[in-house]
């Protein structure tokens, strides 16, 4: 296990109060991610600077873009459609709506073009959340159930792998992953953050099959090795970052987002760009993020 301090710079100075799930459009070579508690969408075009915000109707936890264009979304309480250009929101799948406690929170795409995103308790005291599967036809199925906080939905390169986190236990797990009917199945303890100084929130994968997860209340990045061994440890100028994503021409830039939630003004004193996006060079490059098939 290794420390590297790259340089790390803030290319979005936002202040979301919880900045999340970067995605980054390669036709488009632009950032696109979250505000949750802003109840924000926002875009980032690196090559211009150029940044804009969509307002959205209620919390916005996570989303995918799409291969028919759009984007589609885990609003709080459900999935949903959303067009950039007209703002347009067209609701689909409300799993829980019978559980007003919850919420959605992390989610992502296989390579199979299904949309993946977990819930969790609102409250964040119960293990009440699930994991959904929203497939291109649009249904909807429920994958995994008595989750606290669902986190760091991941693939592992060969797709025979899945990771998900329940940050409430402080916990990432792996299962096995069958990509053609997108089932689950052996769960098991990739590791267990107890002990260690933040809680596992948002990953991604690099193209070596290592996962990066950004670790809430650790002022750092982990690199996890397949095996679960820590491999590296990046230190970043925020108390608070929340999930990360490779982008850039090559794939080669991580951009991290994430948050002013519950810092008092003598922290953010300390940490003039928490809640911004930062971006770093940490030596090796991401995958293209999966777009939804429906």
């Known amino acids: 296990m290794k420390t590297s301090a790259p340089e790390v710079c803030c290319v979005v100075d936002c202040a979301n109060r919880l900045g999340e799930v970067p995605v980054w459009d390669v036709a488009e070579q632009a950032l696109y991610w979250v505000d949750i508690e802003g109840c924000l969408l926002q875009r980032f075009h690196p090559a211009t600077g150029e940044t804009r915000k969509w307002p959205l109707p209620e919390r916005v936890a996570s989303l ?48 199979r073009g299904r949309f993946w995103a977990g819930t969790m308790d609102d409250s964040l005291k119960s293990r009440t959340g699930g994991l959904y599967r929203l497939d291109p036809d649009l249904s909807c199925t429920t994958m995994e159930q008595g989750i606290g906080i669902s986190n760091s939905l991941a693939w592992s390169p060969d797709d025979r792998t899945f990771y998900f986190a329940d940050t409430l236990i402080r916990t990432i797990f792996t299962y096995d992953f069958d990509l053609e009917n997108g089932a689950i199945a052996n769960r098991r303890v990739f590791t267990d953050c107890a002990g260690q100084p933040g809680n596992p929130d948002g990953s991604t994968i690099d193209a070596q099959g290592f996962l990066w997860n950004a670790q809430w209340d650790g002022w750092r990045l982990v690199r996890y090795a397949p095996d679960g061994r820590v491999d590296r440890i990046v230190p970043l100028p925020v108390q608070k970052p929340t999930s990360c994503m490779f982008g850039g021409s090559d794939l080669s830039t991580l951009y991290v987002t994430s948050a002013v939630w519950d810092l008092s003004p003598e922290a953010l004193k300390q940490q003039p760009h928490a809640g911004g996006v930062l971006a770093l060079d940490v030596g090796v490059r991401g995958l293209p993020e999966p777009r939804f098939a429906g």
């Open 64 to 111: 995918a873009l799409r291969k028919a264009g759009g984007i589609v979304l885990a609003l709080a309480s459900g999935f949903a459609f959303f067009d950039p250009k007209t703002g347009a929101i067209e609701r689909l799948a409300a799993p829980e709506a019978d559980k007003p406690g919850n919420r959605f929170n992390d989610g992502k795409c296989d390579r």
